[in-house]
């Protein structure tokens, strides 16, 4: 399995690489077919190479030994970035990275199952970049991306879509789907949106006044 390059760089998303749970070979591949730019994050690398993926940056803390010679030979070109900053997560360092580098989007794969932990703060922490980056993240069962201004798409009547509060979010209003809200509140923990549906063929809208929300589509394999 590989990436090919056709599409102009940073005319399409970048692919980040996490090191949470594999997705399916078939969900991979359309993600690299459709990504320029391929960026993977420390331990990942091994699993990385096992599928025969070219990539072009490597990034970690590299807290445990490497051979970036053999690695980098592999790979060639590639570009490996030490990132020692403790302070953020390897998948906050690649986004921020790619930022850096003008990147207008990302999508993200391997980000969630295994460690509990790691998969809230990288699904959560999606919100921060809201402004600055498009971001999806995207595993075998799900995608999820920050609402960011006002969301509109045609949907299939009984899609799951729910909305997933980050903190509290004020003035959620939306149309076309089952349980439609019009200025109201939701708060992680408290009350959310989750398992909504679109109700109809047609188009659904989101949108929240104040707050970071999280809009996943949903399905079960």
Not at 12 to 41: H, M
Not at 130 to 137: E, F, Y
Request: hydrophobic share 40%.
């Amino acid at each position: 399995m590989s990436s090919h390059h056709i599409v102009k760089e940073k005319q399409e998303p970048a692919l980040i690489i996490a090191n949470g749970e594999a997705c399916s070979k078939e969900l991979l591949g359309q993600l690299l077919e459709w990504s320029p730019f391929i960026v993977v994050l420390d331990h990942a690398i091994y699993r990385v190479l096992e599928l025969g993926i070219k990539i072009d940056v490597w990034m970690g803390d590299f807290d445990q030994p490497h051979d970036f010679d053999a690695i980098r030979s592999s790979q060639h070109p590639l570009e490996i970035i030490d990132t020692p900053d403790q302070e953020k997560t390897d998948l906050e360092k690649a986004i921020d990275f790619l930022i850096q580098r003008g990147f207008p989007a990302a999508n993200i794969v391997w980000a969630t199952g295994r460690r509990a932990d790691h998969a809230i703060t990288n699904i959560t922490n999606l919100v921060r970049y809201k402004d600055q980056i498009r971001l999806v993240l995207f595993d075998d069962y799900s995608k999820i991306f920050p609402l960011s201004g006002v969301f509109e798409k045609w949907y299939v009547a009984g899609t799951p879509v729910s909305l997933i509060p980050v903190g509290t979010v004020q003035g959620i209003t939306t149309t076309g789907l089952k349980y439609n809200l019009t200025n109201e509140t939701l708060t992680l923990g408290h009350r959310t949106g989750n398992s909504n549906e679109a109700e109809n063929d047609g188009m659904v809208t989101i949108s929240a006044e104040k707050g970071d929300l999280l809009i996943m589509e949903c399905w079960d394999l």
